[in-house]
């Protein structure tokens, strides 16, 4: 069974506007953790935010904000105020448990493109 | 500075010439693990090693080979390479402060 979800291939989102990328996860394990990547055109993997399963605030970083609904097993990526620099693929990624070594379970990606 | 360090970045070889794609990584990692991406396929991994001479298979392993000689070092070796391998590879390692990824390596087999 798929464990990430990604069911937005890609996007189109005007300049300055916020957007909301959607992720939902498949797990039976009770501690994980949610990661959400961007990669430019150029292709390197970008770390924006992480997520654990047992925080009790939505993690926030500059303009990017996971919306994480646990019973709903989903966490949104929300990019507010996008940029024309924000243009990329987009990985929603899990890892079951917390030691340090760990897989990463990756969705299909989202494609975003900006609109001036 | 830290950081995974994949070579060549871009990579033309003909079917069954054989390759090897070298990472390396400078922040004393123990885990280590190879991905490719597809597209509409995300990432999936290929092998993963839990330290110095301790390798296994990942989700797509066949066709695929890998050796963790040293902590630093964990090649990606392709004895026979066909044309459903070319992808875009990445190395990567993790630590206390999570995944670093090498710049990726794209691969093209005709």
């Known amino acids: 069974a798929q464990k990430i979800t990604q069911t937005q291939p890609g996007m189109f989102v005007q300049e300055k506007e916020a957007v909301t990328l959607d992720c939902t996860y498949d797990?039976?394990?009770?501690?994980?953790?949610l990661f959400w990547y961007k990669q430019p055109s150029s292709g390197e993997m970008i770390f924006l935010i992480y997520?654990?399963?047992?925080?009790?605030q939505n993690a926030t970083e500059g303009r990017y904000s996971l919306n994480f609904q646990k019973a709903r097993k989903s966490a949104n990526l929300v990019i507010s105020a996008s940029q024309l620099g924000d243009s990329a693929m987009y990985f929603c990624a899990m890892r079951e448990g917390f030691a340090n070594d760990y897989k990463l379970s990756f969705g299909a990606g989202t494609t975003v493109t900006v609109r001036a | 500075e830290a950081q995974v360090t994949q070579n060549p970045r871009y990579l033309i070889t003909v079917t069954g010439k054989k390759l090897t794609v070298t990472c390396s990584q400078n922040m004393n990692h123990e885990y280590m693990s190879w991905y490719r991406q597809d597209p509409g396929l995300g990432l999936r991994q290929i092998y993963y090693?839990?330290?110095?001479?301790?390798?296994d298979k990942g989700d797509v392993p066949e066709g695929y080979k890998v050796s963790r000689k040293e902590k630093r070092n964990f090649p990606l070796i392709l004895e026979s390479p066909s044309p459903n391998q070319t992808s875009l590879y990445f190395c990567?390692?993790?630590?206390?402060?999570?995944?670093?990824f090498g710049s990726g390596t794209r691969l093209t087999v005709v």
């Open positions: 090693s839990m330290n110095v001479e301790v390798t």
């Open positions: 797990t039976s394990d009770p501690s994980y953790g």
């Open positions: 997520q654990g399963s047992y925080d009790q």
């Open positions: 990567a390692s993790s630590g206390a402060y999570g995944y670093t």
